[in-house]
């Protein structure tokens, strides 16, 4: 049977304050005591009124931008009522009706950065995030200092076909969020949730199957188990000819298994109706004009971009997860270098380096000039391929600069005619009998040996190629 997978992804939203009050707003609240970062309007208190957070609003417009979706005029708010101790309101406010972003679409790559895929989204709304829950020794303990804080409910069409493109589309979303400082959207630290809606059906042209959608699910991996796991026990329901209703099941990924937490619920549960508090929300031509001359950075350019330089898939994934880095690649292409040897040294021994001691490119021991002086000579061929390799080696463990690296390993030596080179093979193959005989006897690996011996005697200014033919000359 086919499998039909539809998204609600809850990210939370990085602002100075929160989404109705003027109460702080971070990533987490791990650093602050419970309920002190608490106000009469995100606890709910008779007569308080909530005033939506212009930074909020603008961070929701751009990332509709980035979503491609239609900006609505006009958009509302609506409560949506439930009873839970952490919802101080009795309910979240949310756009239900109105959202502000409707009809956008996202194209994206598969994990091979070739086959692409595009879904629709159906809106992207602002909602405000509830309090914390915390049970302590047979205690159920609140705090509140999350209550109300920002965060942005993006719902997609079933579009997807499988997990690898809901993985491959979350991981562009995340892209999209962090490069226009939209958001962190980090799954393991709940900054990015994600729901997911589930269904089979015999073909394309069949109405779509009952759903199950599953929830706590906290990183790429699950979602994957997930919805492999629940296609299977689906599958298992329809084979044994019976039928399931529609339900809320969450994820015990320890024990692989899924469990149900509620059956069907709908929009008449929840009492949706227009939130009185807040006015309809215009997007007037002022804001417009200003949004549309906000530049946005859509990765999935970037890599069409990369694509285009050739790069492979290792040269892309060590570019596009980091902005940081990002940057630092797309500063070097700006001053003209050719994007392949750029790549080549920050996915090679700048991202090996940086894993053991850096945090980002600032703390590299080398400033930006001196690596654009760097890749200036590797551009311009006036260095050999394993003299650069030393440079770079150097540079990153000692901070020396192009140049003084350069005299050091006499690397500015004038270049030695090929009779030099000869008579210096020779010398390596007269002080290494041993040696040459075993290669005579078949052993030809000793031909690194060689090379690397007549490296020493020409301060590196060897082209192995060029070496290498001298010493099957010599030794043929
Ligand atoms: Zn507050």
Not at 411 to 437: Q, R, Y
Request: glycine share 6%; hydrophobic share 35%.
């Amino acid at each position: 049977m086919l499998l039909t997978i539809g998204l609600e992804i809850h990210i939370k939203l990085k602002s100075m304050n929160k989404m109705f009050c003027q109460c702080k707003n971070q990533q987490n609240f791990d650093d602050l005591l419970p309920n002190t970062n608490i106000c009469p309007v995100c606890t709910g208190q008779p007569g308080a009124l909530p005033t939506l957070s212009e930074e909020v609003l603008e961070k929701t417009l751009i990332l509709g931008k980035a979503l491609k979706c239609k900006i609505n005029e006009i958009s509302t708010f609506d409560r949506k009522s439930y009873f839970y101790p952490d919802l101080p309101m009795g309910y979240q406010i949310t756009q239900l009706y109105h959202p502000t972003n409707t009809q956008g679409q996202v194209s994206f790559f598969l994990d091979n950065y070739t086959d692409e895929r595009t879904v629709n989204i159906q809106d992207a709304h602002m909602e405000n995030d509830t309090g914390k829950m915390i049970h302590d020794g047979g205690q159920a303990l609140l705090d509140f200092n999350r209550a109300g804080t920002p965060l942005v409910e993006i719902v997609t069409l079933p579009d997807f076909r499988s997990s690898e493109e809901v993985v491959e589309f979350l991981k562009e979303l995340q892209r999209i969020v962090r490069y226009n400082t939209i958001a962190d959207a980090d799954l393991e630290k709940g900054q990015m949730r994600v729901d997911v809606n589930i269904s089979l059906r015999k073909s394309e042209t069949d109405p779509f199957g009952t759903r199950a959608e599953i929830k706590n699910i906290n990183s790429f991996g699950m979602i994957k188990r997930a919805i492999e796991h629940e296609q299977i026990r689906q599958e298992k329901i329809y084979e044994a000819g019976e039928t399931f209703s529609q339900q809320t099941r969450g994820r015990d990924d320890t024990k692989g298994e899924s469990y149900l937490m509620r059956s069907k619920e709908d929009a008449l549960d929840y009492r949706y109706f227009p939130e009185p508090d807040l006015p309809v929300l215009k997007i007037d031509d002022e804001r417009r004009t200003r949004l549309e001359e906000q530049a946005i950075t859509i990765p999935h350019n970037i890599i069409k971009q990369f694509n285009d330089y050739g790069f492979n898939k290792e040269y892309i994934n060590a570019i596009i997860s980091d902005k940081e880095i990002l940057d630092y690649f797309m500063n070097f292409v700006d001053q003209k270098i050719e994007p392949k040897l750029i790549v080549k040294r920050i996915a090679g021994p700048i991202a090996a380096r940086m894993k053991e001691n850096f945090k980002n490119t600032q703390e590299l021991p080398f400033t930006n000039e001196q690596f654009g002086e760097f890749l200036g000579k590797a551009q311009d061929g006036s260095l050999m391929e394993n003299q650069l390799k030393i440079i770079m080696d150097e540079m990153l463990s000692t901070g020396k600069n192009l140049e003084e690296i350069i005299k050091e390993k006499w690397f500015d030596a004038p270049a030695m005619d090929s009779n030099e080179i000869k008579l210096l093979a020779k010398e390596v193959l007269a002080g290494n009998t041993t040696i040459v005989e075993q290669y005579k006897a078949g052993k030809t690996t000793t031909m690194g040996f060689f090379i690397g011996q007549l490296m020493k005697k020409t301060w590196g200014k060897t082209n192995p190629k060029i070496a290498q033919d001298i010493f099957e000359k010599l030794l043929g």
